[in-house]
C-alpha cells in the first residue's frame, strides 16, 4: 500500500576533522511533526564551529519511525561562507541580523535517490575573522573584563514567578588548541548575584603558544545552583591583526553561541596582543610540518582503460627531501661523490575515487629532522590508477 503521510523531523549534523580522523557532530534535531506532508518546525538554535569543522553543514529530512530507524527523506548541504553578507553588521540591538532565508531543494542521499520537495531555512553565520590567519606564532595576551549592561534576565523573582527578572552572570574566556579545539587556559570571573549590569574589572593574562588558536572566546553564563550554567551569548576576538582589538575599555555586543540562539546586552573589554616575534632559520633542526588538504580542482583524467571513463583516484602525498650523505661508506671515503638525495614520504590523505573535483578536508603532517633539507617538503597529488593498459598503478598529477 502507497503510503499517504510521513511524520518528517530534521537532523542538522558538522563535520569534525581532527588529526587526519572525520567524525560527525549532531547540531540540533527538530521534533518531528505527525502526518503532515508541509511540515512547520519553527525552531532556532545557535552553535559555534570552531576551527576543526568542515565548511558545509548538512540538513537530514527523515521521517519518524517509533519502532524502527528513521527513514531518509533528502538532505540539504549548505556551506556556511556563502552565508557571509559583505559589509554586514553583527549586532544583537536595533539593527536585525542579516539571516539568509531561502528555499533549498532537497536533494538525494544514501536511502533515498528520488526525494521531492524543498526545505526553507533562514540561516547566519558569524565568521571569526572576515581574512585567514597566518604567521601565528603566539605571543602574550591580555584582557580586563570591566563589566556588562543589559544583560537578560534568566531568573525569576521567586519559585512561584514564571517571569524572568535577573540573572547570576559571569565571564569566562577561553583559548583552545588549533587543530584539535581541545580547551587549554580559561579564567572566570567572580559571580554578580541579581545583576543585569554587573561590574567586574579583572584582568587576565594568557602566554600563547604556537598551537593555540589565533581566536580567543568570552562567553557569558548564568550561574544556577542546581543543573548546568545558562549560557547568555558570547563575544570571539581575532589576534589576526592585534591593531584591532580594543586596547581603550569598548562596548563589545553579546552575539549568539552554542546553546544561545538569541541574546542581548554588551560587555565592556579592552585587549591586547603583543606578537612572538617570527622566527628566522638560522640554522635547522627540523619540526612538525602540518597542512591542511581542502580539494582538488579539474585535476588530470588518467583512468581511461576500456571503458573511458575519464576520471581518476585522487590522493595527497607530504614527502620531503632527506639531505644526501657524504662520498663513500658512513661519509668517510674521500674523492667520492655525495650520494643523492631521498625522498621520504610522511603522510597521505585518503583517496577519494572516481573524481577530478575531489573534496578532502584533511590534514597531514610530516616530522622533519636535522637530516632533512630545510626547504623540502612539499604536497604531491597522485592518482590510485587501478587500470593495467596504459598506467602503472599509481601516476602522479602534480604537485601543490
Known amino acids: 500500500?502507497?503510503?499517504?503521510?510521513?511524520?518528517?523531523?530534521?537532523k542538522l549534523t558538522g563535520r569534525r576533522i581532527i588529526d587526519n580522523k572525520s567524525s560527525e557532530k549532531i547540531i540540533h534535531k527538530t521534533k518531528h511533526k505527525n502526518k503532515n506532508l508541509n511540515p512547520t518546525f519553527?525552531?532556532?538554535?545557535?552553535?559555534?564551529?570552531?576551527?576543526?569543522?568542515?565548511?558545509?553543514?548538512?540538513?537530514?529530512?527523515?521521517?519518524y519511525d517509533k519502532m524502527s530507524a528513521p527513514d531518509p527523506m533528502g538532505k540539504v548541504d549548505v556551506n556556511v561562507q556563502s552565508l557571509v553578507v559583505a559589509g554586514a553588521k553583527?549586532?544583537?540591538?536595533?539593527?536585525?541580523?542579516?539571516?539568509?532565508?531561502?528555499?533549498?531543494?532537497?536533494?538525494?542521499?544514501?536511502?533515498?535517490?528520488?526525494?521531492?520537495?524543498?526545505?526553507?531555512?533562514?540561516?547566519?553565520?558569524?565568521?571569526?575573522?572576515?581574512?585567514?590567519?597566518?604567521?601565528?606564532?603566539?605571543?602574550?595576551?591580555?584582557?580586563?573584563?570591566h563589566k556588562a549592561v543589559n544583560l537578560p534576565a534568566m531568573d525569576s523573582g521567586s519559585m512561584f514567578s514564571k517571569t524572568a527578572t535577573s540573572s547570576d552572570p559571569y565571564v569566562k574566556v577561553s583559548i583552545t588548541e588549533h587543530d584539535t579545539g581541545k580547551l587549554t587556559k580559561k579564567a572566570q570571573t567572580k559571580t554578580a548575584k541579581k545583576e543585569l549590569n554587573p561590574e567586574y574589572n579583572e584582568s587576565y593574562s594568557f602566554l600563547m603558544e604556537e598551537e593555540h588558536s589565533p581566536y580567543v572566546t568570552l562567553q557569558?553564563?548564568?550561574?544556577?545552583?542546581?543543573?548546568?550554567?545558562?549560557?547568555?551569548?558570547?563575544i570571539t576576538l581575532s589576534l589576526a591583526d592585534p591593531a584591532l582589538l580594543p586596547s581603550e575599555p569598548t562596548l563589545v555586543e553579546l552575539l549568539p553561541y552554542t546553546g544561545?540562539?538569541?541574546?542581548?546586552?554588551?560587555?565592556?573589554?579592552s585587549a591586547s596582543f603583543t606578537r612572538t616575534a617570527t622566527p628566522r632559520i638560522e640554522e635547522f633542526w627540523g619540526g612538525v610540518l602540518s597542512i591542511k588538504i581542502i580539494e582538488g580542482m579539474d585535476l588530470i583524467a588518467l583512468d581511461k582503460g576500456m571503458f573511458g571513463s575519464g576520471v581518476s583516484d585522487p590522493?595527497?602525498?607530504?614527502?620531503?627531501?632527506?639531505?644526501?650523505?657524504?662520498?663513500?661508506?658512513f661519509g668517510m671515503g674521500k674523492?667520492?661523490?655525495?650520494?643523492?638525495?631521498?625522498?621520504?614520504?610522511?603522510?597521505?590523505?585518503?583517496?577519494?575515487?572516481?573524481?577530478?573535483?575531489?573534496?578532502?578536508?584533511?590534514?597531514?603532517?610530516?616530522?622533519?629532522?636535522?637530516?632533512?633539507?630545510?626547504?623540502?617538503?612539499?604536497?604531491?597529488?597522485?592518482?590510485?590508477s587501478q587500470s593495467s593498459l596504459t598506467l602503472p598503478p599509481e601516476c602522479v598529477l602534480g604537485a601543490v
Open 1 to 10: 500500500m502507497a503510503r499517504l503521510s510521513s511524520d518528517p523531523f530534521v
Open 335 to 384: 674523492g667520492k661523490k655525495k650520494s643523492k638525495p631521498r625522498i621520504e614520504t610522511f603522510s597521505q590523505t585518503k583517496v577519494i575515487k572516481k573524481t577530478l573535483n575531489p573534496m578532502w578536508n584533511e590534514r597531514i603532517k610530516g616530522k622533519l629532522g636535522p637530516e632533512h633539507m630545510q626547504v623540502s617538503a612539499e604536497p604531491s597529488l597522485f592518482s590510485d
Open 260 to 269: 544561545c540562539a538569541a541574546t542581548a546586552g554588551q560587555v565592556l573589554i
Open 90 to 145: 553583527y549586532s544583537n540591538g536595533d539593527n536585525p541580523l542579516p539571516y539568509v532565508t531561502k528555499d533549498y531543494d532537497i536533494m538525494p542521499c544514501e536511502g533515498c535517490v528520488c526525494p521531492t520537495g524543498t526545505l526553507t531555512l533562514s540561516l547566519i553565520f558569524f565568521p571569526f575573522h572576515q581574512a585567514p590567519v597566518t604567521d601565528f606564532f603566539g605571543g602574550e595576551f591580555k584582557i580586563t573584563v
Open 315 to 329: 590522493f595527497v602525498k607530504l614527502q620531503g627531501f632527506k639531505k644526501p650523505s657524504e662520498g663513500g661508506m
Open 220 to 234: 557569558v553564563f548564568d550561574y544556577d545552583l542546581v543543573g548546568n550554567d545558562d549560557i547568555m551569548g558570547a
Open 42 to 63: 519553527d525552531e532556532s538554535f545557535a552553535y559555534t564551529l570552531t576551527e576543526v569543522f568542515d565548511a558545509v553543514v548538512t540538513f537530514d529530512v527523515a521521517d
